[in-house]
């Protein structure tokens, strides 16, 4: 079953067109990594899948419902308020710089939306947040605030604050950027965990390694179009595009 | 007549429950209307958010003294309204919330405007409704950062009360100068003084005690 179908979208920022006829598709347990080179519109595609970002042109569907739609004029219509609250619950983003709420505790921020958008019990929340939070090794840290946690251990909050929402499908853009060397394994470790249990996941990542291993299909991304797209194998091993060698090369490299 | 310094001291404290009164109700009403001035000025709405600029930069760019003048002369030179009495007291508290919204909504703007976006991001993400993320997620991040900048308004409307004295109300500062010139000594005024200098050390105390209880998080 596809999760998401995202087809032909466009969009640009003033005149720079970042997503030029992008199409991407997610089926259920899958996990794909987004690979390409900085300013290459990887980002923008996640932003735009979930609704941080309208598109002009083109369809974003979540399970069979139609989130955005093109039109005859070949311009993205957006379905209605109550419709779209609805989707933002089939997907969760994890973002670079983590952005918990630092006025919460740990304990909070992954609670206070599943109580207060998804109106689920508290004592239930609570429960999910805590057997979520032992499993990352973080329960001690439930009444710590943001500030008081290494990047690493804000990323895996983060990471629970997102799983909390019982999400169809996980976006991540670049959830090790922003990190110290040394604590980017604890992180990826957690979302290798989660693909082992077939959590559906879209993963922005420059940690070739990692994509290389964990995911089920890479997309390799550039000047806002798929240059190539397929198996860990073929991308990173046979890849048939220039461009894709050199990116990969370049980055083998450093 | 002379009189006695217990009497100065209690016509003085008398004068400085309706400083209190005045400093209260401005609050009261400046603190929430300058966060609808704020909205306003960052609206995307050009007429009204013109409008709101204008109204700032005239609150801001003439001395209250003048706007509480016009304020409680206005009805009467303008539009030849016969006001009461008891509308010293109002046009008091008219020109001062008028006055101070202005400020705060300058202060809850910066404040507002130095969000990162990340925090409005994750929100929306999370699902939750703009006014959700506003009063659960943003305005309490902004108060902890405006919070300085409010408390030197706070401690600038102290003393700012005794500006009530251009229209005559009876506050402490007015019925200070009224002893003195009647008694010929700058007793009431070194009294009116030691008031002031009370009053903001509370005020100084509680705002501190308020940014300690923000402390809690960075
Ligand atoms: N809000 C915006 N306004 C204007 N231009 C933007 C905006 N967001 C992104 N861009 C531009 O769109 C292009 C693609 O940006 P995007 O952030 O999607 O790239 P990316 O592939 O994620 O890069 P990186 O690997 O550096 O994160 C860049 O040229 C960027 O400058
Ligand atoms: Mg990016």
């Known amino acids: ?254 | 007549m002379i009189l006695t310094i217990e009497t100065i001291i209690i016509q003085l404290a008398y004068g400085m429950l309706k400083s209190i009164a005045i400093f209260g109700l401005t609050l009261i009403g400046s603190l929430p209307l300058g966060l609808f001035v704020a909205f306003g000025r960052m609206s995307k709405f050009k007429p009204l958010q013109l409008f709101i600029k204008f109204y700032i930069s005239i609150m801001r760019g003439t001395p209250l003294m003048l706007q509480l003048m016009v304020v409680y002369f206005g009805p009467y030179f303008l539009f030849g309204i016969q006001t009461s009495s008891s509308y010293r007291f109002i046009a008091v508290i008219i020109g001062f919330v008028l006055n101070y919204a202005a400020y705060f909504a300058e202060i809850y703007r910066s404040g507002i405007e130095s969000m990162p976006a990340g925090q409005y991001e994750a929100a929306a993400v999370l699902g939750y409704t703009k006014s959700q993320t506003f009063f659960k997620i943003i305005l309490p991040q902004v108060i902890k950062r405006i919070l300085p900048s409010i408390t030197n308004e706070v401690i600038t409307l102290v003393k700012d009360t005794s500006l009530a004295f251009a229209i005559s109300y009876m506050e402490m500062f007015t019925i200070a100068k009224k002893i003195a010139s009647s008694q010929s000594t700058l007793m009431p005024f070194v009294v009116a003084g030691v008031f002031y200098y009370i009053f903001n050390f509370i005020v100084a105390w509680i705002m501190e005690r308020a940014e300690k209880k923000l402390s809690y998080y960075r």
């Open chain 1, 1 to 254: 079953m596809k999760l998401l179908e995202m087809n032909n979208i466009k969009k640009s920022f003033g005149d720079l067109e970042v997503l030029c006829n992008i199409s991407l598709s997610v089926s259920k347990g899958e996990v794909v990594a987004i690979i390409g080179p900085s300013g290459s519109g990887k980002s923008t595609l996640l932003r735009c899948a979930t609704m941080l970002e309208k598109i002009d042109a083109g369809d974003i569907i979540y399970l069979g419902e139609y989130a955005a739609k093109n039109t005859a004029e070949g311009k993205a219509l957006y379905a209605p308020a109550a419709e779209l609250k609805k989707i933002r619950n089939y997907y969760s983003l994890v973002f670079q710089n983590f952005n918990l709420f630092p006025h919460y505790s740990v304990l909070r921020n992954i609670t206070d939306a599943p109580i207060n958008v998804q109106k689920r019990s508290k004592a239930e929340a609570t429960k999910t947040a805590l057997s979520l939070l032992t499993k990352m090794g973080l329960e001690d840290k439930k009444d710590a605030y943001p500030y008081q946690l290494s990047g690493g251990q804000q990323q895996r909050v983060s990471i629970v604050r997102a799983l909390a929402m019982n999400p169809q499908i996980l976006f991540f853009d670049e959830p090790t950027s922003a990190l110290d060397p040394e604590l980017t394994g604890e992180v990826l470790k957690v979302i290798r965990g989660l693909a082992e249990e077939n959590i559906t996941m879209v993963i922005v990542t420059h940690e070739m390694a990692f994509a290389q291993d964990v995911a089920d299909r890479v997309i390799f991304m550039d000047g806002g179009i798929v240059v190539e797209e397929g198996t860990p194998k073929e991308v990173f091993e046979n890849s048939l595009k220039d461009r894709t060698k050199q990116f990969l090369q370049r980055y083998s490299h450093k």
